[in-house]
C-alpha cells in the first residue's frame, strides 16, 4: 500500500482590478515534502478575464503566471528564487501580496500521488469544463 504523505495547496488567483477585490482562480500551487514534489498548473479562462475586465493586459498577465510555473521547477530560467528548496519556493510564492497576482489561503490535505492530487484540485477549483459536469 502506498504511503499517504502531507501537502500544502494555494489557489493561484488573477485579481485584474484589485481595488475591487474580484478575482479569477487561475492555477494551483502544490508542495508535498514526502515526495520531493513542487509544482503549479495554470488554467487561465482568458474570456473570462476579459469579461471582468476588458482593459486587462493578457500578456503581461500570462507571463506572470509562466514565471509561477518557472519558480516551481526551478532551475535555469528561475531566477534567485527558484534557486531556494522546495519549500522555501512555495511559501515565497503562496506570501499574502497586493498585487494582481495572489494565492489563496494555504491549506493542506494527504496524498499518496502529488501529482493526481495537483490535477484534480485544478479541475475542482479552477478548470471551467468542471462547472458544467
Known amino acids: 500500500m502506498p504511503e499517504a ?3 500544502d495547496y494555494a489557489v493561484v488567483r488573477v485579481v485584474p482590478r484589485v481595488h475591487r477585490e474580484e478575482f ?3 492555477g494551483v500551487i502544490l508542495s508535498c515534502e514526502g515526495e520531493d514534489f513542487l509544482e503549479a498548473r495554470i488554467d ?3 474570456d473570462c478575464l476579459l469579461r471582468m475586465d476588458p482593459g486587462a493586459d493578457l500578456p503581461r498577465i500570462e507571463k506572470h503566471l509562466e514565471s509561477i510555473v ?5 532551475g535555469p530560467g ?3 528564487i527558484g534557486a531556494l528548496s522546495r519549500r522555501a519556493r512555495y511559501h515565497w510564492l503562496t506570501a499574502l501580496r497586493s ?3 495572489q494565492t489563496s489561503l494555504s491549506h493542506m490535505g494527504f496524498t499518496e500521488d502529488a501529482s493526481a492530487t495537483l490535477h484534480r484540485l ?3 477549483l479552477v ?3 468542471a462547472d458544467s459536469a
Do not use: K, V
Not at 70 to 74: R, V
Open 5 to 7: 504523505h502531507s501537502y
Open 24 to 26: 479569477l482562480n487561475a
Open 44 to 46: 487561465l479562462d482568458r
Open 70 to 74: 518557472q519558480i516551481c521547477a526551478g
Open 78 to 80: 528561475s531566477g534567485p
Open 99 to 101: 498585487s494582481m497576482i
Open 122 to 124: 485544478t479541475r475542482q
Open 127 to 129: 478548470s471551467r469544463d
